[in-house]
């Protein structure tokens, strides 16, 4: 082996390395357990969050489709778990899975409507089809409880062995795991020559066709796979609070999984677990000192940060990534 | 049957007059304003104010409307949307979307959450009964004032000194410098004008249509259905889509009131598959 | 069999015809370059053997299958590359980067979402190969937008090399190279494998001299005359209407 294909391959296996902040950050979520056990409720809706959060980046950060209903996907897992666990199977696993399904098959029924047109028409398409799943919700009311929302769930343990508990505990840690499962499954297809391919398609989709990439079947399977995490994290919704609110699918999630992703820097999978950290400890903080009015700052917070420049905000871990980076690259020399 | 004909195009017109700044900014200026309905939603309230507490009558209401959203429409444009015209379709949806729930905070701040209700004026109540069909007054007057508003705006885009110089600020603002008109001014104007126009539809129709703090969100879709079903090439199209929309949506909550609006969006989604560009739009060109 | 065909070839925007009718045959293993004036129609050209437009009237045949109806990819698959005029490259990806997509595409493992890419080591020793050929080996952890130009414009072409084709367009290779850069991207261009038929769209009469053993000349978006380089630099007409504006 030549000392070029030494360097490359350490600057290859180097992309794939765990780095210390990603190990740092999962600790940190487990030691949450036991350090504040006060505080999981709110926690499982941070790891809620950010799963929806990374389910868009995959999409957006890395194949580049600015979505404005992604809630469609999230709402329709949560309606999915919610029914199989109201008049079938009650067990939270079973429902996890069935629920990815259900978006993950819808997904895939809708992604030829981002593969045509231009950012316009894609918003126009993922938004209307968010509003048709909102208004079949609201309509449908024998099935999904309409307006009032799908209530009657409970759930059984996880996997027959973990009872929900009152203080959120199991919840906390099932959520979690599932957050981690995920995260894992995330980098592993991002990291791989898949990966490499949507974001070429993403920065320069003339040259990518020029290297015999045929963007549609990579779009389709990202999407089909962000719309079945979402549906996951729908279904974990679901199933820690049992009861579905017809807000699962109002536009506002679509735009506040948009800023969340946005805070957070989009395209490198963690921007949405750490968005959704300080999105909602944010909107504590705000909706303490003004409870009606958290809609305000949430639109001041989005104009600001496109005013400031996202790349100016969210530089940070580009910054924190390219440090590493030249860290590990000194390291592989 | 017919009255609901005459409704519906009572609703497509002024669907036209609140969505074509839209189709301006969308089409012309190629940014994304998700915010148009804040600025209709403006309108319906300078109206609301200046009628219900200083009782100033309707029709002088009017032009207040637009007034007032216009001079909104140019501040924010000089002061915020100039600096996003090249800004990521990303950037400006984000933006557009902060604005929107700023709006929807601050009218539920000032006016409260409720329904505005306003007293037209007496001439406009009511029906008249023409060979039998009923027609509402107030419908007739939103007819009128939208089709004089529409080939106004059409007859000002394409006979115009100011809508040559628009449409050459758009194609390549660089050469429109070079021949020394204005653009940014130009871009102020359009958008100005725009906003004005979205707010008197607001004003207009803020008996017709409802008016909330949730305006700007509920109607974004029927404007954004406008717009991309018509196309962005002229304002034929968009005048086209608008009618249609009305018409379609009028006899839909009439006859299949349970199906709501998804006959609407389930159209948009086929039409937005078959033509991506626009159901009025020339194909070919470049 | 001809490499590259075209029979008729037309291609209208709106009412500016920029292919006027051109039937063209390149053979295997050919070095044949496309000259004209500005505006003469090679890059439009380019574009519609590659699929980037599609004609409005006229065929397109490699190695003798009809591939008008091909989307881009395809026929990158089936063994057209081409380079483009101004850089069309991955602006935050590495060299090592760009060159594992590459490769890794034209293996078909750009499906594979379950391979890190370290584990490709097939697609990773070729990568490293092909960057030393090119001498980009050094830099292959640089960003690519950080590259001297010269640099960026051995990357446009390995990338096209990386698919292997059976015919290489290239678009004015050496365009806004630095004089001292200059050589070393000719003596790539120069060192192409002699199966690969190669089209050259260039402005500098020396290389194109120096280079092809075929040339064709466009003007008006139509095919003005064809031949040998003897005989393109005898004919009178052709100086007239570009050496001459040349000279």
């Given amino acids: 082996m030549t000392d070029h294909q030494a360097h490359a391959l350490r600057l290859l296996t180097a992309k794939h390395r765990w780095r210390v902040w990603e190990i740092a950050l999962w600790l940190a979520a487990i030691a949450a357990i036991f350090l504040l056990p006060s505080q999981l409720l709110i926690l499982t809706e941070i790891v809620i969050l950010a799963l929806f959060a990374v389910s868009l980046d995959l999409i957006l950060g890395y194949a580049g489709i600015v979505s404005l209903g992604h809630t469609a996907f999230f709402g329709l897992g949560a309606y999915a778990a919610g029914i199989l666990a109201r008049d079938y199977v009650a067990e939270p696993v079973t429902g996890l899975v069935f629920a990815g399904l259900v978006s993950g098959l819808f997904g895939l029924a809708t992604s030829f409507l981002v593969l045509r047109g231009s950012d316009l028409t894609r918003l126009m398409t993922t938004f209307g089809v968010a509003m048709l799943l909102a208004e079949l919700g609201n309509q449908a009311a024998w099935l999904t409880g309409g307006a009032d929302g799908l209530s009657g769930i409970s759930m059984t343990p996880i996997l027959g062995l973990f009872e929900f508990d009152l203080w959120g505990r199991n919840g906390y840690i099932y959520c979690l795991v599932v957050l981690i499962v995920l995260t894992f499954v995330a980098r592993h297809i991002t990291n791989s020559p898949f990966g490499l391919s949507l974001m070429a398609i993403k920065r320069n989709p003339r040259r990518a066709a020029m290297l015999g990439i045929s963007p549609k079947r990579r779009i389709v399977t990202v999407y089909a796979v962000s719309a079945a995490y979402a549906g996951m994290a729908g279904a974990l919704l679901a199933q820690t609070t049992n009861f579905v609110s017809p807000d699962v699918l109002a536009f506002h999630r679509s735009a506040d999984v948009l800023l969340v992703l946005v805070i957070g820097g989009a395209g490198y999978l963690y921007g949405g677990i750490f968005g959704a950290i300080i999105f909602t400890m944010l909107r504590d903080w705000l909706s303490v000192a003004t409870p009606q009015y958290w809609m305000f700052w949430i639109g001041l917070i989005l104009v600001a940060i496109v005013m400031i420049g996202r790349e100016r905000l969210t530089g940070w871990p580009a910054l924190l990534a390219a440090r590493l980076k030249s860290r590990t690259g000194e390291a592989a020399r | ?286 | 069999m001809m490499a590259l065909e075209t029979r008729n070839l037309v291609k209208r925007f709106g009412g500016f015809t920029a292919t006027h009718d051109v039937s063209l045959s390149i053979r295997q293993g050919a070095r044949h370059a496309l000259i004209g004036p500005n505006g003469a129609g090679k890059t439009t050209l380019i574009n519609l053997f590659t699929g980037v437009f599609a004609p409005t009237s006229g065929q397109i045949f490699l190695d003798g299958e009809d591939i008008t109806a091909l989307p881009a990819h395809a026929r990158v698959a089936r063994g057209l590359s081409r380079t483009f005029q101004i850089n069309q490259l991955f602006a935050d990806f590495t060299p090592l980067d760009s060159m594992m997509l590459a490769i890794g595409e034209r293996k078909g493992h750009g499906r594979r979402f379950w391979q890190p890419l370290a584990a490709d080591r097939e697609v990773a020793e070729e990568a490293v190969t092909t960057l030393e050929r090119f001498r980009l080996a050094d830099v292959m952890s640089e960003e690519t937008r950080l590259l001297p130009y010269g640099k960026q414009r051995l990357l446009e072409i390995a990338l096209a090399i990386a698919a292997r084709p059976k015919v290489l367009l290239l678009d004015e290779p050496a365009a806004g190279v630095p004089e001292e850069e200059r050589e070393e991207v000719l003596g790539i261009v120069r060192a192409l494998p002699e199966d690969v038929t190669v089209v050259l769209i260039e402005h500098d009469m020396d290389l194109v001299f120096s280079f092809a053993d075929r040339i064709s000349v466009l003007a008006a978006g139509a095919l003005f005359a064809e031949g040998s380089v003897e005989e393109i630099s005898r004919d009178p007409q052709v100086k007239a209407i570009y050496l001459g504006e040349d000279a």
């Fill in chain 2, 1 to 286: 049957m017919l009255t609901i004909l005459f409704d519906g195009i009572a609703y497509g017109m002024l669907l036209f007059i609140l969505a074509c700044g839209l189709s301006i900014t969308l089409g012309l200026m190629n940014f994304v304003n998700l915010a148009h309905g804040a600025f209709a939603m403006a309108g319906g309230y300078v109206t609301v104010v200046l009628m219900n507490r200083y009782g100033i009558p309707f029709y002088l209401c009017l032009p207040a409307a637009f007034i007032a959203t216009a001079v909104i429409g140019a501040a924010l444009e000089v002061t915020l949307y100039r600096r996003l015209y090249r800004a990521s379709h990303l950037d400006q949806v984000l933006f557009s979307i902060g604005l929107v729930f700023m709006a929807i905070a601050a009218a539920d701040y000032f006016m409260g959450g409720q329904q505005q209700l306003i007293n037209l004026p007496p001439e406009l109540r009511g029906r008249l009964d023409v060979f039998g069909i009923g027609i509402g007054r107030s419908r007739l007057f939103i007819i009128v004032i939208c089709a004089i508003l529409a080939v106004a705006l059409q007859l000002a885009l394409t006979r115009t000194r100011f809508g040559s110089q628009l449409r050459a600020a758009v194609d390549d603002g660089r050469v429109a410098r070079g021949l020394g008109i204005n653009v940014s001014t130009i871009f102020v104007l359009t958008f100005a004008l725009g906003s004005g126009l979205a707010g008197l539809g607001g004003a207009l129709g803020a008996d017709m249509l409802g008016l909330d703090p949730n305006f700007p969100l509920k109607f974004l879709i029927y404007f954004m259905i406008v717009v991309t079903v018509g196309g962005t090439s002229s304002i034929t199209g968009p005048f086209i889509a608008a009618l249609l929309l009305g018409i379609a949506d009028v006899a839909g909550k009439y006859y299949l009131p349970q199906a709501g609006a998804f006959i609407i969006y389930a159209v948009m989604i086929l039409v937005l598959i078959l033509r991506p560009n626009g159901l009025f739009t020339r194909e070919g060109g470049r």
